[in-house]
């Protein structure tokens, strides 16, 4: 799931730059959309890593529990 919101998020930025190109004139708000989408995505993706390695190390500490007792 994380694979497909990532690559959701990709193209979405890909898009959105596309766009604001699309006039053949990038100005610096365009340069500055274009930073904030860069630091959305990788925040976004940052947060479903850190998820995802919280939710591995909560199973593997419910595995040794169920283990033990």
Do not use: F, H, S
């Not at 959305?40 to 419910?62: C, F, P, V, Y």
Request: overall charge negative; glycine content about 10%.
């Amino acid at each position: 799931m994380d694979d497909l919101k990532k690559g959701y998020r990709e193209a979405e930025e890909t898009t959105k730059e596309n766009w604001r190109k699309a006039d053949g004139e990038e100005d610096l708000g365009d340069k500055a959309a274009n930073l904030g989408d860069d630091i959305r995505k990788g925040l976004g993706n940052a947060g479903d890593d850190i998820r995802r390695e919280a939710d591995e190390a909560t199973d593997d500490t419910r595995n040794e529990m169920d283990r033990r007792y």
